[in-house]
């Protein structure tokens, strides 16, 4: 099996700024939702973690998985998506004409970096060999996998999975701490 999931809230994410790469940790609501996480995924077989290295994200791993002996790998493959000179912007949405929008609203038109942003091309390809090279031979020997990652970056993991145009980039809406059974 393959499990998604990710990282619990941030002091960011409370403000609505984009954090992109930017290493933001949990804030308490966020420990609390990976503790409650922990307690509502106890009974789910894994064998390995594959997680993001940023803060966020490992802090999520390392309480959702405390005392289950499960290995957490973190793999700079797993960091967010980059949002260039937006990382960091508050509300983008109550400024209609902020160019780093249509990556949510319309990412079908996110065709080129804005900003210095990441491409999808350059996510696509990252998430796309991380999944070749290392998930699929995992999930080849039976093995029961559980990555920890971030919107931007685990929706583009979605979508090769399932095999979704960019246009539903955002359509699973993955939602903080929750599990989602892949494959």
């Given amino acids: 099996m393959l499990y998604i999931t990710r990282h619990g809230k941030t002091e960011w994410n409370e403000a609505h700024k984009l954090q992109g790469r ?18 509502e995924y106890k009974g789910i077989h894994l064998d390995i973690c594959y997680c993001s290295p940023l803060i966020r994200a490992k802090e999520t ?12 790998i973190y793999d700079d493959r797993l960091i967010e998506m980059s949002f260039g000179e937006y ?4 509300n983008s949405f109550q400024n209609p004409k902020c160019p780093i929008n249509v990556l949510f609203q319309a990412p079908e038109k996110y065709i080129s970096s804005i900003g210095g942003a990441e491409t999808f091309e350059e996510l696509f390809k990252r998430t796309g060999e991380f999944i ?12 029961d ?15 090769q999975i399932k095999g979704l145009p960019i246009s539903q980039f955002w359509s699973y809406g993955i939602e903080q701490c929750k599990l989602i059974q892949l494959l």
């Fill in 87 to 90: 990382e960091g912007i508050e």
């Fill in 61 to 72: 791993a390392e309480i959702m998985l405390k005392n289950r002996n499960i290995p957490i």
């Fill in 22 to 39: 930017t290493d933001i940790p949990l804030n308490n609501e966020g420990r609390k939702m990976a503790e409650q996480a922990r307690a």
């Fill in 145 to 159: 996998v559980l990555i920890v990652g971030h919107g931007a970056m685990n929706s583009s993991i979605v979508c």
């Fill in 132 to 143: 070749e090279k290392t998930i699929v031979p995992q999930l080849k020997q039976g093995k």
